[in-house]
């Protein structure tokens, strides 16, 4: 969105290292829009690996109270 309110006349720089050199506008958008795309994709990725997690936390808390059920029932007996 920055990028879109320079225009020609505009000088865009990139940090590389401890030096600023020039970039190319077009350069510089199709790079900012690869980051883009990178984070969302990791965002996603790390979304998916939670909804995954959660899944499985849910599991293994059924088993568990499946398993008071029956200490409860053989306590019950004894």
Known sequence: Q???LLDATNTIFKLL???LV???MDEAKATVG???DYITGEI???EQQMQE???RSEQQREA???LQQELQRAQGKA
């Open 64 to 66: 568990l109270g499946k």
């Open 17 to 19: 290292g401890p030096v």
């Open 2 to 4: 920055e990028l879109d």
């Open 44 to 46: 996603k990725r790390y």
């Open 22 to 24: 020039k970039q190319d």
């Open 34 to 36: 690869k980051r883009l």
């Open 53 to 55: 997690l959660e899944r």
